[in-house]
T-cell receptor, first 114, second 114 residues
């Protein structure tokens, strides 16, 4: 079964500093990987996805993530944090192929200090 | 284009009472998902519809939960009777088709059972 682990339930960064959110997956075959963001009282919004094309994936709002098969990781980064980046971030995994099912990590809450 | 619409946004009920949640997916989206998101966790799939057919309800607690998607558009998720442990956010999502990578989420219904 697919699973995903997000390291750190809370991350606090200063405005303008690097944002790094960690995600590791467990799968014998490289899956499809996703990062979602959830703002308070809102649904989840897709930031970016990896679907076996380029390993460095660029998403919305200046975020990017790199798929590293050797490390079974898909960490999310943003070079310079903005106050509007304060939200909860979820990593999700889906098996490659026909299986549609998304499995989510527990989430990482990001706070941005002025 | 309108997003996924859910109602109500908030619901407080006493245990043993029934409750229903409604979802209107994005127009033209054939696949509809219901997720449950417990506090501090990522969403977990309850049921998936392809048009009007429930194709995966393996995670739906069938003793008290039921769902329907009449005419392959709107969907309703019901709990009867509710238990304290059902307190959570219930998210609806839709995608264009089964194989689509992106799922579009609604804002969710926050249920509190007292």
């Amino acid at each position: 079964a697919q699973s995903v682990t997000q390291l750190g339930s809370h991350v606090s960064v200063s405005e303008g500093a690097l944002v790094l959110l960690r995600c590791n997956y467990s799968s014998s075959v490289p899956p499809y990987l996703f990062w979602y963001v959830q703002y308070p009282n809102q649904g989840l919004q897709l930031l970016l996805k990896y679907t076996s094309a380029a390993t460095l994936v660029k998403g919305i709002n200046g975020f990017e993530a790199e798929f590293k098969k050797s490390e079974t990781s898909f960490h999310l980064t943003k070079p310079s944090a903005h106050m509007s980046d304060a939200a909860e971030y979820f990593c999700a995994v889906r098996p490659a192929g026909d299986d549609y099912k998304l499995s989510f990590g527990a989430g990482t809450t990001v706070t941005v200090r002025a | 284009e309108a997003g996924v619409v859910q109602s109500p946004r908030y619901k407080i009920i006493e245990k043993k009472q029934p409750v229903a949640f409604w979802c209107n997916p994005i127009s033209g989206h054939n696949t509809l998902y219901w997720y449950r998101q417990n506090l501090g966790q990522g969403p977990e799939l309850l049921i998936r519809y392809e048009n009007e057919e429930a194709v995966d309800d393996s995670q739906l607690p069938k003793d008290r939960f039921s769902a329907e998607r009449l005419k392959g558009v709107d969907s309703t998720l019901k709990i009867q009777p509710a238990e304290l442990g059902d307190s959570a956010v219930y998210l609806c999502a839709s995608s264009l088709a089964r194989g689509s990578y992106e799922q579009y989420f609604g804002p969710g219904t926050r249920l509190t059972v007292t």
